[in-house]
């Protein structure tokens, strides 16, 4: 949401933001987002973005050591993602920040502190510990508690099981949620409720994990960012690419896909769709206005047949012509695959669909 603050000019948060910001949360409801991103500290992912992310829960350290924390804007923002249609999920990042590096407000001097404290040391527990105690009481009165996870990106099992951990510590009810780049069996022992893979980490044994955990009412998904090439969603990607991404989880019985950011705006999005070292296009979706994207049509329209693709498959009625389409969406082959021939097995699904629908 910082970046459409401060492309427009308003102060975040304020009536005139939340107006700005509705038909791009709506946008993202109606497409099927299930989970609200929020922050419970400043900077989760260090710098990676333009604008800087800051905590939806600020916390003040008082004279006596214990903590005050207000909730009033993550109260707002969640109700406002709500209205939209986004949801039920709430993602809060995080306890496991890049950089180690997390933030208060010292009630004495009302100066802003940022230490660094790593997962699994007392200087972290003594940190989160009074927050998820508090944090399990407020989503319990709210009655989002069961929708609530502790997320991390791309954290090591190290720190994942030390922050799992302090989860499970002094706030068992909330449930953990994580994209990464290895299989969930390598994080032994560690509850990860809601797991999404890099897609270019999935292979037989990992789609195996996700049969398995789907059992167990499990949600595993799969994501894209500054990589792979392709397929993908840059500025320059083929438009048989997004959808080819959003039919991948129906193909092989993923739960959904994630990618990293919708708005995360570069300075003048409307000039030059590039940030940092990453393809063009990689931080967003949608431009300002709001206005849409060919490689945002396009990837809903995947996720949209995906959905058919689900319905289809619940009723038994996938033909074999549609069934042996859909074995063909491997990663390593697509990455090699030229455009014509990516657009071609794209299009063998969707006609298989609207065969499949119109008899």
């Known amino acids: ?3 459409v603050a401060r492309y427009h000019g308003v102060k975040p948060f304020s009536p005139e933001h939340y107006r700005l910001l509705e038909p791009i949360y709506r946008e993202l409801g109606g497409a099927g987002q299930k989970a609200l991103t929020v922050t419970i500290t400043d900077l989760p992912w260090n710098h990676q973005n333009f604008d800087a992310y800051h905590t939806l829960i600020p916390r003040v350290k008082n004279k006596d050591g214990n903590w005050t924390f207000d909730y009033a804007l993550f109260d707002e923002y969640v109700a406002f993602g709500r209205r939209c249609g986004i949801g039920p999920h709430i993602h809060c990042y995080t306890m496991a920040t890049w950089g180690n590096r997390v933030s208060y407000t010292d009630g004495q001097t009302g100066d802003t502190v940022r230490p660094v404290i790593r997962p699994g040391t007392p200087e972290h527990e003594a940190y989160w510990g009074p927050f998820l105690q508090d944090f399990q009481r407020h ?3 709210n009655g989002w508690l069961d929708d609530t996870y502790i997320a991390m990106d791309e954290r090591g099992p190290e720190d994942t099981r030390a922050t799992a951990d302090c989860v499970k510590k002094f706030a068992p009810r909330l449930k953990i949620a994580m994209p990464g780049n290895h299989p969930p069996s390598h994080f032994k022992g560690i509850e990860l409720a809601n797991y999404c893979q890099f897609i270019g980490h999935i292979d037989a044994p990992f789609l195996k994990e996700a049969a398995q955990r789907r059992a167990q009412a499990k ?16 500025t320059s990607s083929p438009t048989a690419e997004p959808v080819w991404l959003g039919l991948y989880a129906a193909a092989n019985g993923l739960d959904g896909f994630l990618r ?3 708005v995360n705006w570069p300075r003048d999005p409307l000039f030059d769709s590039s940030f940092g070292p990453w393809p063009a296009g990689d931080t967003f979706l949608l431009y300002p206005g709001p206005r849409s994207s060919v490689r945002w ?3 809903r329209d995947g996720i949209e047949e995906t959905e058919k693709i689900r319905a289809l498959r619940a009723k038994g009625d996938l033909a074999p012509s549609l069934r042996d389409a859909l074995a063909e969406f491997d990663f390593k082959r697509a990455e090699k695959m030229d455009d014509a021939t990516l657009a071609a097995l794209v299009q063998r699904v969707r006609l298989g669909i609207e065969a499949a629908t119109a008899e």
């Open 1 to 3: 949401p910082w970046a």
């Open 139 to 141: 989503l319990k009165r």
């Open 219 to 234: 949600i595993t998904t799969f994501y894209v960012c500054c990589g792979p090439r392709r397929p993908n969603t840059f």
């Open 260 to 262: 990293w950011s919708f």
């Open 297 to 299: 049509e396009m990837l």
